[in-house]
């Protein structure tokens, strides 16, 4: 009887650890099935976030440039002239600014009517009604009397009222702000303050952190920890060349070494870039001639000379980013429409374009390396090129990166990669042209599209969709805000030459427009040699 008695336990315990191993099984199976299903939902939505940052950036920057056109033909109107005559391009304006979260309609607070971003969030981070005692919201009809890009329609800041590169008979319209307005006397410096400190600013009103215009704006908002860095700002800007990728330079023995006196050259200049118009791409040369582009052309800005808008012609193109070799002479361009990069002879007595790369895929963010060679990102494949002196080009990555956008060398040799869809800020270490690690060296939002390093590390990045500059620390931790309100923010360059080298110029849908941090200068980049 005991005898039996043990089988039977024995097989009912087998039974039972065979129902628990189907169970576990079963389990695993369905946490299995669940993940699966995750995964593909998370390739979907990957997939439709490519075509919508796609579509947004070709949205966009047609838009920017119509605005633009816009505000130039009715820069020449009589500014008594009715209201709906200029309603086309405050209509573009509203556009664009419903992409960047801001209401298209304005409010009214303490008796001054502003714009306010519709976001919660962004009202929470701005602060722009804190010290309102009666916010109240205006309607159509009151909204359409106020300048669209104005900060306040009683009473300008003073800084506007007395501007002093402003002729007296100046044509330009009220709601077009002046995009050389030089930063006050007494301008508070560029200080991110500790994280628990409140949201602050020192604009004089409301709006004026929403201002396009080229004054600094000093408002720090912490969105991490700021980390010291232990550079002394006042030394010598690093080198790139000390620190470039493991790449084989392009043979050109009769090329001249850069010198350290052109390196560190810089200027006091200012130039006036209010005659500029809607751009993408920007590059300053070692003089400090600014080149920029433009809808079927690029612009060119010289030192003490006015914009030439349509210095060279890339006809029948839309023209991104833009990239200089100053030993070469040459000027790079990159055109989505035509797939193709395209090369400028500078020193030839009549400048023209010639197709360098034909196919380059969407050619958007465009750098020279510190081997000399032409780096660019395709938008639409997202993969990373390189391309030598004789136009042989070599892809770079080993998989794509999702909306590829800017690109720039690092100080530690770095190739740096925006996403314009993810916010992911890549880091690439470049072994013989070819990726050989990739990390994550910070991450933004607001459809990131350029990015510039100064020379204290730090990283400065346009959100395209936002309308933000932001800034993230040499570790990566950011980012701080340092500027709102800008119109399709997308490359932006540090002077050099006859301008200030602790300027940032920045390619925006209403032109250019300048950022006088007076913080830290630019690193010393091959092209400013």
Wanted: a negative charge; charged letters at 20%.
């Amino acid at each position: 009887m005991a005898v039996l008695y043990e089988r039977r336990k024995v097989a009912a315990l087998r039974t039972i650890a065979a129902l628990d191993e189907e169970r576990r099984r079963a389990e695993a199976g369905r946490i299995r099935a669940a993940a699966d299903a995750e995964v593909a939902r998370a390739e979907r939505l990957a997939s439709l976030g490519r075509i919508a940052a796609a579509a947004a950036h070709e949205i966009n920057n047609p838009l920017a440039f119509v605005t633009a056109g816009l505000e130039h033909a009715l820069g020449g109107l009589d500014p008594a002239a009715p209201s709906d005559v200029r309603r086309p391009g405050r209509a573009g304006r509203r556009a664009s600014r419903r992409r960047m979260g801001v209401d298209p309609y304005a409010a009214r607070c303490d008796g001054r009517a502003v714009h306010r971003p519709s976001s919660p969030w962004l009202l929470s981070v701005v602060g722009l009604f804190a010290a309102c005692s009666d916010p109240a919201p205006l309607g159509p009809a009151e909204d359409a009397a106020m300048p669209v890009d104005g900060a306040v329609v009683d009473t300008p800041p003073a800084d506007v009222a007395s501007e002093p590169d402003a002729p007296a008979d100046a044509t330009t319209p009220p709601d077009v702000p002046p995009a050389d307005r030089p930063a006050p006397a007494d301008a508070p410096p560029d200080v991110t303050p500790p994280r628990d400190a409140p949201v602050t600013t020192d604009a004089p009103g409301p709006m004026d952190v929403l201002a396009v215009t080229d004054r600094p704006v000093a408002m720090d908002v912490p969105v991490a920890m700021d980390v010291p860095v232990a550079i002394d700002a006042a030394a010598d800007r690093p080198t790139l060349a000390d620190v470039a990728p493991d790449v084989t330079p392009d043979a050109s023995p009769d090329l001249p070494a850069p010198t350290d006196a052109s390196a560190a050259r810089c200027g006091t200049a200012r130039p006036d870039l209010s005659a500029t118009r809607g751009s993408e791409g920007i590059v300053i040369g070692p003089d400090g001639t600014i080149y920029y582009s433009q809808p079927s052309a690029v612009g060119r800005i010289r030192p003490g000379a006015a914009p030439q808008n349509s210095w060279v012609a890339i006809a029948g193109s839309t023209v991104w980013g833009l990239a200089l070799d100053s030993v070469r002479n040459r000027l790079y361009v990159g055109s989505p429409t035509t797939r193709s990069l395209y090369v400028v002879d500078l020193a030839a007595a009549t400048p023209t374009s010639q197709v360098f790369v034909a196919g380059a895929g969407s050619p958007n963010g465009l750098t020279l390396g510190p081997d000399g060679a032409l780096w660019y990102t395709d938008f639409s494949g997202g993969h990373v090129y390189r391309v030598d002196a004789a136009g042989v080009r070599t892809q770079v990555t080993m998989t794509a990166i999702a909306s590829a956008n800017g690109l720039r060398f690092g100080a530690d040799g770095g190739l740096y990669v925006l996403s314009y869809t993810t916010g992911i800020v890549h880091r690439l270490t470049v072994t013989a042209g070819r990726e050989s690690e990739r990390s994550t060296f910070g991450r933004v939002s607001g459809s990131p599209d350029g990015l510039m390093f100064d020379a204290r590390g730090r990283l400065y990045i346009t959100g395209n969709g936002s309308g933000e500059l932001l800034r993230l620390e040499a570790d990566g931790t950011g980012p701080t805000i340092l500027r709102l309100g800008l119109s399709a923010a997308a490359n932006l360059e540090f002077g050099t030459g006859a301008l200030r080298c602790d300027d940032l110029y920045l390619a925006t849908g209403n032109g250019l427009v300048r950022y006088e941090m007076a913080d830290a200068p630019g690193p010393d980049l091959p092209w400013h040699r």
